[in-house]
């Protein structure tokens, strides 16, 4: 239904809150309950509780200080409570004359002077009492919640409830899970005898229905996108003898690791095949993951495709890309085949010089941001797809990018690349869709690097340390944060410890690069860096991943304590790349109370406890919750609303294995059931 101008408030925030069919509303669950079941006592009671009380006003004043309220005294015979308004109006006077009888719902707070409550809700006392408990839904302002009960109960009346889990299922789940339409009444109405932490904690049968209902659904529909996928066609690429492929292999300065070799292998397979690759390429920063794609790339040129490389931005793309054309562009020219680039800052005439290269086929590599992806981008016969950072890009890039291929039915092969790994329950359910490859081994020869929690106070000799590494002909990388509502208090941030480290290291080389610097003068600052001239490179967080100086053996972070888990991770995976000893030294400053947030702590915490990537991203996802973790970007893809996944593992293991035979043996239901759970929402799923 369009909005129209006849809707009122109330529901055209229904429609916002996507609450539109009938099984929408059932399956809108309460955050919380009140118990307005039952009268307590006031002597029974205690601190913080939310109860419902019957008792005799003995006074009602309006009193000035420390503000105007009205102050009013009850007491229910077993005690005496004050209750202050700061609004109010004659009828609340009236209703709260002394020697009236009154119920009063509200939270009580104990006191110096006794029970006290702040504007409780108010009723004559002597009404009946509610049976079930109050339900308190997640809703906005302009949908009161009196006005949603009202629907979500009607809806619920109205929604068919049938069971979708085939016949044998439920009986099976441990711990015990009900019937859908029993748990979705009784968590709508819960009777007063439940006990209270089981609905908190959502360990209540009813409760496990609900995650058990929308795991699956998860698993459902990602998986009918991968076969949906499978359905399709790309070229099927086989390894030939001679080619670009084999020459790359022997010419690389080094021997490719255990790890590197399996995951090529994998790749080799799947783009061996028609059906499309869908693959994630994880590995730790370092671990080697370019030469892996330029590998993949070798394959699908030597086949005669074309291959699309694409970085989120464009230093990332040159510093990412740089080794890897170093490596191929040699072995082009005896073929005749070209290199093209595609940026946002091009020159009109240099762009269209690429773009005929890339439609004529005569690029076999086409590097860039997502200039590569822009419509007018036409390739001539695109067979691979390599995204870097993959979690940087965004669902409708990553579906823009598998729709370059000519011919309808058909996509090219995708390989995404990612230093950030996805955590096992992560990769289970959201990212269900991805085959994973992991380099889970460093290239020989890195020392590992120790790091080091600082206070600013102690910036002096953080000084020292890289006046000590400059002189043993090291190279040194001090990171400022990017904070992005103030990009101009981030610039004088950064300009100030440039002033202050050059001045500080005369002789040495120390450069600046911020986001704001045109791109032929980040270039430029970078090549000097890269180039070993350069000793000191200040910078916000613009290297934050890719960059490639195994020269470089001290990473200093200023303000640690603003910076994400993951990007403090990749920052300190620019150094230790060689075979000097590295460190990296986490400069923190107390916030404007004196202290660390919590969660500032935690992170620093887990960076000087650990360096495997994998902790890395388990501690991330513990710290921020997968929502934060998967990142706006990511929300295309459905999120679990009420399973979690640090405690629904054995739910997770057996949607897994439940959806495939779903799918097989009760096609019918598993439609159903995805269509309950995700209505047309599933779109995006896909990509
Ligand atoms: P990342 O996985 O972070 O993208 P890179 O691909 O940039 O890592 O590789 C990091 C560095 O290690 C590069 O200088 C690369 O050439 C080098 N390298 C990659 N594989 C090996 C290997 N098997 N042995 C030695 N050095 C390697
Ligand atoms: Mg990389």
């Known amino acids: 239904m369009p909005v129209n101008a006849t809707m009122t408030a109330p529901q055209k925030a229904l429609r916002k809150l996507g609450l539109e069919r009938d099984i929408d509303l059932a399956l809108h669950l309460p955050l919380r309950y009140e118990d307005e079941t039952r009268i307590v006592k006031l002597r029974d009671s205690r601190e913080g509780d939310l109860v419902q009380i019957e008792a005799t006003v003995t006074s009602c004043d309006i009193a000035y200080r420390p503000r105007r309220q009205l102050l009013v005294t009850v007491d229910d015979d077993s005690d005496t409570c004050v209750l202050r308004f700061f609004t109010f109006y004659p009828s609340l006077q009236k209703a709260l004359a002394v020697g009236n009888r009154v119920r009063l719902r509200g939270e009580l707070k104990g006191g110096f002077l006794g029970w006290t409550m702040m504007h409780p809700a108010i009723k004559p006392a002597g009404g009946e009492l509610a049976t079930a408990l109050t339900p308190v839904y997640p809703t906005v302002a302009a949908l009161p919640q009196a006005y949603l009960r009202k629907v979500v109960l009607s809806g619920l009346a109205r929604a068919d409830l049938s069971d979708t889990f085939p016949p044998g299922v439920t009986q099976q789940l441990r711990p015990q899970v009900w019937p859908l339409q029993d748990a979705l009444r009784f968590l709508h109405q819960p009777t007063p005898d439940v006990s209270l932490g089981t609905l908190e904690d959502k360990t209540h049968p009813a409760w496990q229905r609900l995650k058990a209902e929308e795991l699956l659904a998860q698993q459902l529909s990602q998986l009918e996108s991968k076969r949906e996928r499978a359905a399709l066609r790309s070229p099927a690429f086989a390894l030939t003898a001679g080619g670009i492929h084999s020459q790359l292999l022997d010419a690389l300065p080094f021997k490719l690791t255990l790890a590197q070799q399996r995951v090529c292998k994998e790749i080799a397979q799947d783009i061996a095949r028609e059906m499309p690759m869908h693959r994630l390429l994880q590995g730790d920063v370092g671990s080697g993951k370019t030469v892996v794609a330029a590998l993949a790339a070798a394959i699908a040129i030597d086949a005669g495709w074309q291959c699309a490389l694409m970085a989120p931005t464009e230093i990332l793309a040159e510093q990412h890309f740089r080794k890897l054309i170093g490596w191929l562009e040699p072995l082009f020219v005896a073929r005749g085949l070209r290199v093209a680039w595609l940026t946002g800052s091009q020159k009109k005439k240099e762009r269209n010089e690429m773009l005929a290269l890339v439609a004529s086929g005569e690029a076999a590599l086409v590097v860039g941001t997502h200039a590569v992806i822009q419509d007018h981008v036409v390739f001539k016969r695109l067979g691979l797809a390599v995204i870097d950072e993959q979690h940087r890009f965004g669902v409708a890039q990553r ?289």
């Open 399 to 687: 579906l823009a990018l598998r729709a370059k291929m000519s011919e309808p039915g058909h996509e090219p092969h995708l390989l995404m690349m990612s230093a950030t790994p996805i955590p096992r329950t992560l990769a289970m359910s959201y990212y269900a869709d991805l085959d994973v490859s992991t380099i889970d081994e460093l290239p020989p020869g890195r020392t590992p690097i120790v790091t080091k929690v600082i206070a600013d106070s102690r910036r002096d000799e953080v000084v020292e340390r890289i006046r000590s590494q400059v002189a043993q002909g090291r190279q040194v990388y001090w990171v400022c944060p990017l904070i992005e509502e103030s990009e101009a208090l981030d610039l004088t941030n950064a300009t100030e410890t440039h002033e202050a480290l050059s001045a500080a290291l005369p002789g040495a080389m120390v450069g600046l690069l911020h986001s704001r610097m045109p791109p032929a003068e980040k270039k430029a600052v970078m090549s000097l860096f890269v180039g070993g001239q350069m000793a000191v490179l200040v910078s916000t967080t613009v290297i934050e991943v890719g960059v490639d100086v195994p020269n470089a053996s001290l990473m200093v972070i200023e303000h640690a304590e603003r910076f994400g888990l993951s990007q403090m991770h990749q920052l300190r995976g620019r150094v230790g790349r060689g075979s000097a000893a590295s460190a990296c030294v986490l400069l923190y400053s107390l916030g404007e109370y004196g202290k660390l947030s919590e969660m500032g702590r935690a992170r620093l915490k887990a960076m000087a406890e650990t360096t495997d990537g994998f902790e890395i991203a388990r501690r991330d996802l513990e710290i921020r919750g997968p929502g934060e973790f998967l990142g706006a970007r990511q929300s295309g893809a459905a999120m679990l609303r009420f399973a979690d996944l640090a405690t629904d593992v054995a739910l997770l293991e057996w949607a897994r294995a439940l959806a495939p035979q779903m799918l097989d043996l009760h096609p019918e239901l598993a439609r159903r059931h995805a269509a309950r759970w995700f209505g047309g929402k599933s779109e995006f799923l896909k990509a």
